[in-house]
């Protein structure tokens, strides 16, 4: 029973994740990166801060304190040079490039938390990387492999490093306080070095006026993100890290209909494949976690 309810927060987490980044990329392009991800943290820190108000006291034991604090630096850090990433190369190219964050997350659970998988959650797993890859090359890319090799990638590879990391050191303090924590605490050390960055580098007129312009947008960009990271932190509470992040990985799938539906955007074939064959393969990976 505990493993069908971190599946189901597992998808919860992809359905999330898929719609929060459709908004998080309207809200950096109008708004900006940083103020982007101060509003993720304050709308989490509010949210659940009436879940959290009995625990905050666990937050100062050594071994929590440190926990949470690197990892709200950690997040602060790799969410910048993310963005920065996509500023300074070809988003096509990125997104590739950021998927890193799937095998680097595996690779953690299996040498901090003993994990394994059978050869079939093996193969699955391949199959959802290959699909989250077809999504995210398009034709140029095939045409042009120096493209890889642009500005930005190296960047990238090291935010998706971070990102792995993240997505360990979530589970982490979601097993060693709980998944509310594991959110709300990073949300509130991310958020101050936010409002430090905003603060030296312009004050806060224009943040305030950006929130009474996008109130709505940024809701809705908070809402899902914190979702998203709720989700995956009761998901992983339970259940295996690289077993949960393999499904949840295939939210891009969702982006890319949306960006179909909404943005319209055009899409090759491939990338269709691409993201049947990852949600199949999430779908199986479900069904062969016992």
Same mark, same amino acid.
């Given at each position: 029973m505990i493993i069908e309810v971190s599946l189901i927060f597992a998808f919860l987490a992809m359905i999330c994740w898929g719609i929060g980044d459709f908004f998080i990329q309207k809200s950096a392009r109008k708004i900006g990166n940083v103020e982007a991800l101060l509003f993720v943290g304050l709308i989490g820190l509010i949210g659940l801060f009436p879940f959290v108000f009995d625990s905050i006291n666990q937050l100062f034991e050594w071994q929590n304190l440190l926990l949470i604090g690197f990892l709200g630096l950690l997040t602060f850090v790799a969410g910048l040079l993310d963005f920065e990433a996509l500023k300074e190369?070809?988003?096509?190219?990125?997104?590739?490039?950021?998927?890193?964050?799937?095998?680097?997350?595996?690779?953690?659970?299996?040498?901090?938390?003993?994990?394994? *998988?059978? @050869?079939?959650?093996?193969?699955?797993?391949?199959?959802?990387?290959?699909?989250? $890859?077809?999504? #995210?090359?398009?034709k140029a890319h095939l045409k042009n492999l120096k493209a890889f090799l642009e500005k930005g990638v190296l960047i990238a590879l090291i935010a998706s490093v971070?990102?792995?990391a993240i997505n360990f050191l979530t589970t982490a303090a979601s097993r060693q306080i709980s998944p509310l924590m594991a959110v709300w605490g990073p949300a509130f050390v991310f958020s101050i070095f936010c409002l430090i960055v905003i603060w030296r580098r312009e004050g806060f007129k224009k943040t305030f006026s950006n929130l009474k312009r996008y109130k709505w947008l940024i809701l809705a960009m908070g809402?899902?993100?914190?979702?998203?990271?709720?989700?995956?932190?009761?998901?992983?509470?339970?259940?295996?890290?690289?077993?949960?992040?393999a499904i949840t990985e295939?939210?891009?799938?969702?982006?890319? *209909?949306? @960006?179909?539906?909404?943005n319209k955007e055009k899409v090759d074939r491939?990338?269709? $494949?691409?993201? #049947?064959?990852?949600i199949i393969a999430s779908i199986l990976l479900a069904m062969n976690s016992n």
């Amino acid at each position: 029973m505990i493993i069908e309810v971190s599946l189901i927060f597992a998808f919860l987490a992809m359905i999330c994740w898929g719609i929060g980044d459709f908004f998080i990329q309207k809200s950096a392009r109008k708004i900006g990166n940083v103020e982007a991800l101060l509003f993720v943290g304050l709308i989490g820190l509010i949210g659940l801060f009436p879940f959290v108000f009995d625990s905050i006291n666990q937050l100062f034991e050594w071994q929590n304190l440190l926990l949470i604090g690197f990892l709200g630096l950690l997040t602060f850090v790799a969410g910048l040079l993310d963005f920065e990433a996509l500023k300074e190369g070809k988003l096509s190219v990125i997104e590739v490039v950021l998927e890193v964050e799937l095998p680097t997350t595996i690779l953690l659970g299996l040498i901090f938390f003993g994990e394994r *998988l059978t @050869g079939t959650q093996w193969a699955i797993i391949s199959l959802i990387f290959i699909g989250i $890859l077809m999504m #995210a090359i398009k034709k140029a890319h095939l045409k042009n492999l120096k493209a890889f090799l642009e500005k930005g990638v190296l960047i990238a590879l090291i935010a998706s490093v971070g990102m792995g990391a993240i997505n360990f050191l979530t589970t982490a303090a979601s097993r060693q306080i709980s998944p509310l924590m594991a959110v709300w605490g990073p949300a509130f050390v991310f958020s101050i070095f936010c409002l430090i960055v905003i603060w030296r580098r312009e004050g806060f007129k224009k943040t305030f006026s950006n929130l009474k312009r996008y109130k709505w947008l940024i809701l809705a960009m908070g809402i899902f993100d914190t979702g998203a990271w709720l989700s995956y932190a009761f998901a992983t509470f339970r259940g295996e890290i690289a077993i949960i992040t393999a499904i949840t990985e295939s939210y891009p799938a969702l982006g890319l *209909l949306l @960006g179909l539906w909404i943005n319209k955007e055009k899409v090759d074939r491939h990338q269709y $494949l691409g993201a #049947a064959l990852a949600i199949i393969a999430s779908i199986l990976l479900a069904m062969n976690s016992n």
